[in-house]
């Protein structure tokens, strides 16, 4: 933390110190008295604050503040008879009542604004942590979860399979004819499209399910079960997008997908399930694009078997 971030700060520092330290030598000196030793104390409490506190702006309050008692201090300390300061036990008690006063207000108000300081900071910093912890883990341009997080929660799933024996699917898919787009409209009209398929899936899908982006045109959903109902969503997805009207600027788009689908009915390695559903895809790919691919014996429901 720098001390100061403009001159005028250094000149509050300055200004401060010299005030209390014309005050304390005036009083002594004047008066032959101790009083007023204990703006020391006030001065180091004022420096020690102005060193720490991370100033936004130039902060005039001790100079304010402290400047009129001061001032007229010193005019009694210069006015007063000094023989009669003795007698003058009043005087001397006031005197010290006064100088308590303010470096105990002084004192609190510098606690207050530390701890508020500190407060502030520590919630910048939690809010900085948590901006940290989701570009770490989300895509860009989409938002959705990236590579990095799903793998997370692959290894939660994978966990719960070898505790529990139970199944979770894994679906990829990718856009087809995606290099098409970029060269045709341009790479800012795909990264609409990428955009408003991820958001489009989003509203589709059920919460329990992870979707996150792999890797370029390429997406990835993980399920947490094994059965006919992932077909299902993922038909749904794929009718969804291939109905919908694309725009960009004055352009309309077609759009479609491909899907590969496994589960770990059949594997018990992570990599072994994306491998298989990666295969399916491209499978698809080949067999005419737009299509959901999967393993008939990985799905056990007759109706929705495609066999592969």
């Known amino acids: 933390m720098r001390f100061f971030k403009s001159i005028g700060e250094l000149y509050t520092v300055i200004f401060t110190y010299f005030l209390v330290l014309f005050y304390c030598f005036t009083f002594l000196f004047s008066m032959k008295a101790s009083a007023g030793v204990e703006y020391f104390t006030l001065g180091s ?16 309050f001790y100079p304010i503040f402290a400047t ?42 510098i606690c207050f604004k530390l701890e508020k300081e500190i407060s502030e900071t520590r919630e910048k910093t939690k809010s900085n942590e948590k901006q940290l912890i989701y570009i770490a883990n989300h895509d860009p341009l ?14 939660i799933y994978k966990d719960r399979k070898d505790l529990y024996n139970s199944d979770y699917s894994i679906a990829i898919f990718d856009i087809d004819d995606f290099k098409k787009i970029n060269d045709q ?14 958001t489009l899936i989003k509203t589709i899908i059920q919460k329990n399910i992870k979707f996150a982006r792999w890797g370029g045109e390429e997406f990835i959903l993980l399920f947490p079960y094994a059965n006919p109902q992932v077909i299902e969503t993922l038909e749904n997805i794929r009718i969804t997008v291939e109905n919908h009207v694309f725009e960009y600027k ?20 992570i990599n072994a399930i994306i491998m298989e559903a990666d295969r399916f895809l491209y499978k698809g790919k080949k067999q005419g694009k737009n299509q959901v691919v999967y393993a008939p014996l990985c799905f056990s429901s007759e109706a929705l078997l495609q066999i592969v």
């Open 185 to 198: 409209h341009g790479h800012d009209c795909g990264d609409t499209v990428l955009q408003i398929i991820s």
């Open 45 to 60: 409490i004022g420096l020690l604050f102005l060193f720490t506190y991370n100033i936004q702006h130039p902060k005039w």
């Open 68 to 109: 009129p008692g001061l001032v007229l201090t010193i005019l009694i300390s210069l006015y007063k008879n000094p023989e009669i300061l003795p007698a003058a036990q009043s005087f001397y008690f006031y005197h010290k009542i006064y100088t308590v006063f303010i470096i105990s207000f002084i004192f609190f108000y």
């Open 142 to 155: 989409t938002g959705l979860i990236n590579r990095r997080r799903i793998w997370e929660h692959f290894q």
């Open 250 to 269: 004055d352009t309309k788009l077609s759009i479609t997908i491909s899907f590969g689908a496994a589960n770990s009915k059949k594997y018990d390695s």
